[in-house]
């Protein structure tokens, strides 16, 4: 007699009800962090450069850069044009501005659309290439990322990152597979998602094409070339080549870009540098993606067999793994050296305060999970009859627990991503101003050096997004000698002139006494926020 097969229970991961649950969650997760978040600090320049283009023709910060010549002082003069080099996230901000206005909400509405058309991408390109089951799962597994919930509340560009790595992707696979048919459709589509996913990140989009063109090309000529086999069909050479060339392309622009550069950091601090990039690779690799993607269960079976196998598409896709994974533990550790620098910044603490850098690695999840996808149809090709076969997402087998864990350790980090979101107390404070300042008046912001402009221009959207209103704000780390030239009218050179300013706000627990000046309004910041209470001053005439 037959033995029955038992329905698996809903919360088995080899259940598919649980995948269904689990995809539903994650859906839920997105709408509150979207509907209650607030805009996030990156969020906030990106919506300065949109509406400030909108109401002046210039795709600039009015304010001042990010990353002043005076690193303790704003100076609006210093503001270059950013031109083309985020189109495709700014356009998408502006569709939502002018759709909207110009708030926080119409940018967050946005956000949950993007989120709708990453799920849908996930699963179309999955589908196409590896079946409805692994589809279906793995759009699942990406809804309740943690990473994905917080880059969402927080209007980062991550989600539409993983879109572009996608359509990339699916293009240059079917290439592989195709065999070079419908070429020029196929080189349209990835030039194109590549375009946008460059100017996303406000990365070179003329490099970054023809950096994935030379490595396609190499992968679809192979055949040409003995040595060149030896490397694009065994997975791990490919992975190492990748990583080993983007690790001397980044050598050469290191030891040649100019001071003012992220990328500079190499030089100007080797020491610091070199701890930066252990850092990195701990917050990119082991948290954001071995953790945080839930990868650990694979990785075993996945690695060793990249060691046997033979095939071009998973050689492409370590390729694209090695290769993009050291490029953002490189920049990841680039960008924190940098800043630490340029803000006189405690070290190691800067890590801390900017270790969400490692959800840049997010857009590597489809090309992670697509490459386990393939090792397993190279191993069993579905049929469930080598004994050598690979587990993955569409058939987990004895993996079922260690994924079920996995999950779990995820999920609490996905539900606090959703429920907390961004706070800051500067909205208290730019919503107060908004309503009291008149037009053409100035007010200055005092807070530590850390990412202090970044801070400042979380009052732009709510006090003059558009700069209509001839609002400039100013910014002076508490360490300088600003009262001086508050109250002196002292000018001094890479600062802003404070001659019309009329209102200071204070940070929390910052305590100041201005004469001939008054305090118009006093709250309490989030403890989130660290607490204490935050102080606006208004000039007495």
């Known amino acids: ?60 910060l009015d304010w001042g850069h990010t990353r002043p010549i005076d690193p303790e002082s704003s100076d609006p003069d210093y503001s270059p044009d950013v031109g083309g080099r985020y189109w495709a996230w700014h356009a998408w ?70 879109i572009a790595i996608s359509i990339v992707m699916l293009t240059l696979i079917l290439g592989l597979r195709t065999g070079g048919k419908g070429m020029p459709i196929i080189w349209l589509m990835a030039s194109g998602a590549i375009l946008f996913g460059a100017t996303v990140k406000g990365i070179d989009p003329t490099a970054s094409v023809l950096l994935f063109i030379l490595g396609f090309v190499v992968f679809a000529i192979d ?38 550069s992220a990328i500079s950091a190499l030089r100007r601090a080797p020491l610091r540098f070199s701890s930066a990039v252990l850092f990195s690779l701990i917050d990119v690799v082991l948290i954001f993606m071995i953790l945080g993607m839930v990868l650990w269960p694979f990785l075993k079976e996945s690695l060793s067999s990249s060691t046997t196998i033979i095939d071009r598409e998973a050689g492409l896709l370590a390729a694209v793994i090695g290769g993009m994974t050291t490029a953002i533990v490189l920049y990841v550790a680039s ?35 697509w490459y386990i996808m393939r090792v397993r149809q190279l191993t069993d090709g579905g049929k469930g009859s080598n004994p050598n076969e690979v587990e993955g997402l569409e058939s987990l087998g004895v993996l079922w627990k260690p994924v079920l864990v996995g999950i779990c350790l995820i999920l609490p980090l996905s539900f606090f991503a959703a429920v907390h979101g961004q706070t800051s107390w500067t909205s208290g404070a730019a919503e107060y101003l908004s309503e009291e300042m008149e037009d053409g008046e100035d007010f200055l912001f005092i807070s530590d050096s850390t990412l202090g402009m970044h801070w400042l221009y979380t009052f732009h959207l709510q006090v ?59 709250a309490s910041a989030p403890l989130m926020n660290g607490g204490g209470e935050w102080t606006i001053w208004s000039k007495t005439n």
């Open 335 to 369: 960008l924190w050296t940098h800043e630490s620098l340029l803000w006189n910044a405690e070290w190691p603490l800067m890590v801390w305060t900017m270790g969400n850098n490692g959800r840049y690695a997010t857009m590597l999840m489809i090309p992670c999970f």
């Open 93 to 162: 901000l502006g569709i939502w501005f002018d759709f909207m206005g110009n708030e926080a909400d119409s940018i967050q509405t946005g956000a949950m659309m993007m989120t709708a058309l990453m799920l849908f991408a996930i699963w179309r390109t999955t589908e196409r290439l590896y079946g409805t089951n692994a589809a279906a799962k793995l759009t699942a597994l990406s809804s309740v990322s943690p990473a994905l919930i917080f880059a969402a509340g927080r209007v980062y560009p991550e989600e539409f990152m993983l």
């Open 464 to 522: 003059d997004a558009d700069g209509s209103r001839n609002i400039t704000g100013h910014w002076r780390a508490d360490t300088t000698d600003w009262q001086d030239e508050l109250v002196n009218q002292t000018v001094v050179e890479n600062r802003g002139n404070l001659s019309g300013v009329n209102w200071v706000v204070i940070s929390p627990d910052l305590q100041v006494e201005l004469e001939g000046w008054s305090i118009s309004k006093k």
């Open 1 to 60: 007699m037959e033995e029955e097969k038992t329905t698996p229970s809903w919360w088995n991961p080899e259940s598919n009800r649980f995948w269904g649950i689990l995809l539903v969650v994650g859906i839920i997760l997105h709408i509150i962090a979207t509907s209650s978040s607030e805009l996030g600090l990156d969020a906030h320049i990106h919506s300065t450069y949109v509406t400030v283009e909108d109401g002046t023709g210039e795709a600039k």
């Open 223 to 260: 055949e040409s070339n003995e040595l060149l086999i030896k490397v694009t069909r065994r997975p791990h050479r490919a992975f190492i080549a990748s990583s080993s060339l983007v690790i001397l392309v980044f050598l050469g622009f290191a030891l040649t870009a100019g001071e003012g």
